[in-house]
């Protein structure tokens, strides 16, 4: 485990100085847009054999019987095939880790590329679909702003998936995004969006990523100290001790399943900050203006730490963790199943992370946390609007709720086996199950 941790963070450090002189010597007025597609995709097949060895050889197979399904298809089926292919060549991937290396986490361990990778082929299939196979009308304003009118050639296939911003740690983005980048529009396309106001396009102005990265390494460093201090000293394993259990009363095993996974957090703070930060040094994320008119870096962006920390609804929380798979959920599943979307979307995001049982018991949970916490958000929240001190009682209400029934919820999808996750619910009494019931 400690040398896929140095290989990764000597890969996104080597890939933050690679993004640097991209965007530097390769930029859009330096280089032609093939010339940045094949050193992108180049040197993202080179991260992924130096990591991955004989075992990048899945990566590229999957991409290359997508390349093919996706020109041999027909356009009504090409986003279903994808998604079936992609899906399914993933799954047998976690199955053979489960079985062949016994819940091992391999040093060689390339699952993470593969679900980005997978991410990726399902958007593409689904925004081209959209583009070549529907008509504008049956769209929402979304799907139409996304999608795809023509299909890509191998270069630009290759580059979208398999880049060297990306390959290693994500995140996913929109297919039309990542050529407007490569083709030196996206600045423009942007501000464009976002109506922006200004005498003649030659005045646009050329915002720099720097600052953004920056702050971006800085919020990294602290996650990687937190982690190597925290991460270690509070295992989530302690929390079903049998001596902890016997000695600790339930209040404080609550307050402790808390700390622990606060803990847990500082491992995806440090890998998707960075892997932000990599791409914004290409160049890449730039998503507008905020109100005050400051430049905004954050269309790549997997959490917004902040939002996490103080939500007050389980479904605030989600929205701001793992940000780009949830955006890519929305567009494959939950606007497109024909019923159940919430249920059919929590699944598939269990089927995506992995077949390891904790994950069910954490998106079946979750499922049910979500359906509670509407119901009473709908049922409950206006009684509480009507003074400031109500308010304010009820948002510290909800933020104590849902940061404990979070961690509730997450528990299993860290312990991942059957064993412990019973054992840590038994010794919960199942309270969330109950109550959300």
Not at 180 to 190: L, N, Q, S, T, W
Not at 263 to 276: N, Q, R, S, V
Not at 302 to 322: D, G, P, R, V
Not at 359 to 369: K, N, P, S
């Amino acid at each position: 485990i400690c040398l896929l941790q140095i290989n990764f963070v000597a890969c996104q450090l080597f890939a933050l100085l690679a993004a640097f002189w991209f965007r530097i010597y390769l930029g859009p007025s330096h280089a032609s847009s093939a010339v940045r597609h094949a050193f992108a995709t180049l040197f993202g097949i080179y991260f992924a054999v130096f990591c991955f060895g004989w075992y990048s050889i899945h990566l590229f197979v999957l991409v290359m019987m997508n390349y093919g399904i996706m020109n041999m298809a027909s356009i009504p089926n090409i986003h279903r095939y994808s998604f079936v292919v992609a899906m399914g060549y993933l799954t047998l991937c976690h199955i053979s880790r489960i079985y062949i290396f016994h819940y091992g986490i391999l040093t060689t361990d390339f699952s993470g590329p593969l679900m980005i990778i997978t991410q990726k082929i399902t958007t593409l299939a689904c925004q081209l679909h959209d583009g070549i196979g529907r008509q504008a009308e049956e769209l929402t304003a979304e799907q139409n702003r996304l999608a795809v009118k023509t299909r890509p050639s191998l270069l630009e296939y290759l580059s979208y998936l398999l880049n060297f911003m990306s390959i290693i740690a994500g995140p996913c983005s929109n297919y039309k995004d990542y050529i407007a980048f490569i083709e030196g529009r996206h600045v423009h396309m942007k501000l464009l969006e976002v109506n922006w106001k200004q005498k003649g396009y030659d005045r646009l102005p050329d915002p720099s990523p720097t600052g953004a990265v920056m702050y971006k390494l800085c919020i990294t460093l602290v996650s990687l100290i937190l982690f190597l201090t925290l991460t270690k000293n509070f295992p989530m394993a302690y929390i079903i001790d049998n001596e902890f259990l016997d000695k600790t009363p339930f209040l404080s095993r609550l307050g402790y399943l808390y700390v622990v996974t606060q803990a847990a957090k500082p491992k995806y703070y440090f890998a998707w900050t960075l892997a932000d930060a990599v791409n914004n040094a290409a160049g890449y994320g730039f998503s507008g203006v905020d109100e005050r008119g400051t430049f905004r870096w954050d269309l790549l962006s997997n959490l917004n730490i902040w939002n996490i920390e103080t939500a007050t609804s389980f479904k605030m929380y989600i929205e701001n963790w793992n940000i780009q798979t949830a955006a890519w959920l929305k567009c494959v599943c939950y606007d497109r199943a024909p019923w159940y979307p919430t249920a059919l979307t929590f699944i598939l995001s269990a089927l995506w992370h992995g077949i390891y049982p904790g994950y069910y018991f954490t998106f079946l949970t979750g499922i049910l946390i979500t359906l509670a916490a509407r119901a009473i958000r709908n049922n409950c929240r206006h009684y509480f609007l009507s003074s400031v001190p109500l308010k304010i009682a009820y948002d510290v209400i909800t933020w104590v709720v849902t940061q404990l029934a979070v961690c509730y919820t997450v528990a299993p999808f860290v312990m991942l086996a059957v064993e412990p996750t019973i054992k840590f619910y038994k010794s919960m009494y199942f309270h969330m199950h109950i109550l959300s019931i």
